[in-house]
């Protein structure tokens, strides 16, 4: 026999030996044969409305690269908030089943689920680093998964807003005493803080923010950060532009029917899994180069004052956080473990 045709038999039966060791596992799901010629048609709802930069985009770009990486063997349809149910039921639509996909942030069912919101973000808390750091290594995800249970959900991060403004005001704060009484558009626990800080929190959907801030309907308003905020125009209804305390890193979820995705092949359930973390990353990326360039762009605007709050309204309001997030775990015994968790890492 010629030497290297010998080689290349040795070579070949070496590999196989290595494939026989270290191979596939009987045990392994990859072991069981996939049905290949099937297609899962599944939708997916949004609490973005259509066409929304960044947050309904990165929905819908997620969406394909899942068709992508399957090779057509996961379609799923993308509706925008109102197209198919209202913007603030996803949550419901899929734990019902009634769609096998969503895309919100978990502090729009606080109502349900108040330990969610430490899921999505916190006053003075965590930036999307030490979220992901969290969810991805800490226990985090292990935990939301845990609470969403009940409702035969399972979530992942897919998104993130950056740390997000404070919010345009009509007239200067240099005090807490500026902040009585004053009606301004912010939900979440950054609401119930600021509602203990004497202001007035209101609850508007993102279609009238500016109408109710132009109008004089609210005194000021949050809304995301600088390129959302540009977008909307609301520097053409408030002076004044403050950097952000009640939202410092916004994660944004993907939620999946329970059902829907043990029906699933293991090879899709790894696909959804991988371009999850893939578009995670992608939209905290995107969020953070537009918020940077539209930033630069209001500085240069002269009837716009880009100032931050004094320090002693950001003690106080991180002191009101500390005792709001107390009070709620006080009266809700799986708010308080979710609060340790979070505290402790």
Known sequence: MHLSVFIRRLALLVSIALLSACGVDDSSPFSEEIDTSKVYRWKMVTAWPPGFPVLQEGAERFAANLEAMSNGRLKVKVFAGGELIPALQTFDAVSQGTVEMGHGSAYYWAGKVPEAQFFSTVPFG??????????????????????YQPY?????????TGIQMGGWFNKEINSMADLQGLKMRIPGLGGKVFAKAGGNP?????????????????????????????????????NYYYPGWQEPGAVLELSINKRAWNLLPPDLQAIIENAAKAENLLMASEMEQKNVV????????????????????????????????????????????????????
């Open 126 to 147: 965590m930036t999307p680093r030490g979220m992901n750091a969290w969810l991805y290594h800490g226990g985090g995800l292990d935990l939301w998964r845990e609470v």
């Open 202 to 238: 209101i609850l508007l959907a993102g279609s009238e923010v500016y109408t109710a801030l132009e109008r004089n309907t609210i005194d000021a308003t949050e809304w995301i950060a600088p390129y959302h905020d540009q977008r909307l125009g609301l520097h053409r209804a408030a």
């Open 152 to 160: 035969n959900v399972i979530p992942f991060p897919l998104g993130n």
């Open 294 to 345: 539209a930033l630069a762009e209001l500085r240069q605007r002269d009837d716009i004052n880009i100032v931050p709050f004094p320090a002693e309204v950001l003690n106080t309001l991180k002191q009101i956080t500390e005792q709001t997030l107390a009070d709620e775990a006080a009266q809700n015994p799986k708010f308080k473990r979710v609060h340790e968790a979070y505290k402790d890492f």
